[in-house]
Nanobody, 125 residues
Framework: QGQLVESGGGSVQPGNSLRLSCLVYGSTADYYAIGWFRQAPGKERDWVAS????????YYTESVQGRFTISRDNAKTTVYLQMNNLKPEDTAVYYC??????????????????WGQGTQVTVSS
């Protein structure tokens, strides 16, 4: 439990798309929620999106609403973050994270009980 491996980062031009993957060793069903954070240079790590195990409900930070989509595969081993219409301000290291229980401070956001190693996303013309 607790092993998360991200992939899919890269460099793209504004307006293009990327899909990040988070391989969960075990099953995504082992966790209450899984999602993504990102950290831009010189900034704090910020929550981006969550998907909840009980009902697959999804939540997003306002700046990515309508552009990013979080989902999981039917085998429940991988969580994806589809990122469309990327902007330079989306440039960051993206981290997959997983929680064993709910975040009582804000149920939409992850606490980050477990973390992946991160994958770089660069959006630049």
């Amino acid at each position: 439990q607790g092993q998360l491996v991200e992939s899919g980062g890269g460099s793209v031009q504004p307006g293009n798309s990327l899909r990040l993957s988070c391989l969960v060793y075990g099953s995504t069903a082992d966790y209450y929620a899984i999602g993504w954070f990102r950290q831009a240079p010189g900034k704090e790590r910020d929550w981006v999106a969550s998907i909840m195990t009980p009902d697959d409900s999804t939540y997003y930070t306002e700046s990515v609403q309508g552009r990013f989509t979080i989902s999981r595969d039917n085998a429940k081993t991988t969580v994806y973050l589809q990122m469309n219409n990327l902007k330079p301000e989306d440039t960051a290291v993206y981290y997959c994270a997983a929680d064993l229980g709910p975040n009582h401070s804000n149920y939409r956001r992850l606490k980050g009980d477990y973390w992946g190693q991160g994958t770089q996303v660069t959006v630049s013309s």
